[in-house]
């Protein structure tokens, strides 16, 4: 009998600690579960991450659009002088700093130029020298004042005439021995090189190209209706292969293309790590009206037991969060509760994620 109500004790343990299993478990839920991944796995299995943020709820306008450099951050360099090019610095696809050396120009007339200065610096000083001892000597009334004033005129003029040279050899730009050394007037890439060594280059020889791709214009296409609803200022985003990035809208066409019927509409983005290229084609997304709200990209959403999960970024990988939608957005869900600002959503890559946290909860482990 004492057995027996051991075994009745024991078996009321069992339950009760399996009960207590099955309420944390039903407590957690899927904002519990923990994919863990490291940095490295991520970046293997290609999964991107959307950073959340609040925007507008309302209409979202999407347009097709193109990537285009920013002329005021592009380049061309001509040589200032006739000459040879003696030495060359970069070449074409290098990345280089304003003031950044790019060639080295030896010019005849330059070299005559810093003769010519050189000869007057000596004219200048040795004018100085007598205007010097004239001044000292008519103080002391040993020559008259003509004497002194026509020393004072040719030092004055001597020294006029080599600063005006000197001023002119200044122009040019940086001088060393004979050669005028060109350098970069801004950051960028050399995207083209148009020299070699021994070259002759006169003042309409190109020399490089250097673009500057930190920021970039988007020239996007809007139909009649949409484009009355955007204004300047306007915060827009860009949406391409490689990732998304914010813009701002500075230009609004005037007038309706007459093939298209579509209105040009400029976005200035600045070009965070590099994402953009000149020339790609890209889509541009903005959002009017409607309340601030938090939007997650449909493909971030997996759907597991009748609710709507996202994957969210976490130190060790992903957390699964489950979220309540308020409806659906040309793309994006507008999320009522589950995620917050700043936070990173997987927007690929979520299937095999959602089979990762299917297995760790049918078979109890992470597989």
């Not at 290098?94 to 050189?118: C, M, T, W």
């Not at 007598?130 to 004033?149: A, C, G, M």
């Not at 997304?285 to 009748?306: C, D, F, H, Y």
């Amino acid at each position: 009998m004492r057995k027996f109500v051991l075994l009745l004790a024991l078996a009321g343990l069992v339950y009760a600690g399996e009960e207590h299993k099955h309420e944390e478990k039903g407590d957690h839920g899927h904002g519990k579960e923990e994919i863990h991944m490291t940095q490295a796995h991520i970046e293997e299995l290609g999964i991107k991450l959307y950073t959340l943020k609040k925007e507008p709820s309302g209409k979202i306008i999407k347009m097709p659009a193109e990537v285009e450099e920013n002329p005021l951050l592009n380049y061309s360099i001509f040589s200032p002088v006739e000459g040879i090019v003696r030495k060359l610095y970069v070449k074409e696809g290098d990345r280089v700093k304003k003031g950044s050396p790019l060639a080295e120009i030896y010019s005849p007339e330059l070299a005559n130029l810093i003769g010519d200065v050189q000869m007057a610096k000596v004219n200048m000083e040795s004018a100085r020298k007598v205007f010097e001892r004239d001044r000292e000597l008519y103080s002391q009334k040993v020559i008259p004042y003509t004497r002194f004033y026509n020393s004072m005129v040719e030092y004055e003029r001597s020294k006029g005439e080599y600063e005006a040279l000197l001023g002119k050899l200044n122009s040019y730009g940086e001088v060393k021995g004979y050669n005028l050394i060109i350098r970069s007037p801004g950051d960028g890439y050399v995207v083209s090189q148009e020299v070699a060594l021994g070259d002759s280059v006169g003042l309409d020889s190109l020399l490089f190209k250097v673009h500057s791709h930190e920021i970039l214009w988007v020239y996007g296409w809007a139909d009649e209706k949409s484009a009355m609803e955007l204004r300047e200022g306007t915060k827009a985003e860009v949406e391409s292969s490689e990732g998304n990035l914010p813009c701002l809208i500075d230009y609004i066409g005037h007038e309706v293309d007459r093939k298209t019927r579509r209105v040009k509409v400029r976005c200035v983005v600045k070009n965070r790590k590099h994402l953009l290229k000149p020339g790609m084609f890209v889509n541009l997304i903005v959002r009017t009206g409607g309340r601030p709200a938090i939007l997650v990209p449909k493909s971030a959403v997996q759907e597991i037991e009748g609710e709507k999960v996202v994957f969210v970024r976490t130190e060790d990988g992903f957390e699964p969060r489950e979220i309540k939608v308020l409806k659906e957005l040309d793309g994006y869900y507008v999320v009522l509760e589950g995620l917050k600002e700043g936070e990173k959503v997987a927007v690929s890559g979520t299937v095999f994620l959602k089979t990762k946290l299917v297995g760790v909860e049918e078979g109890g482990h992470a597989h």
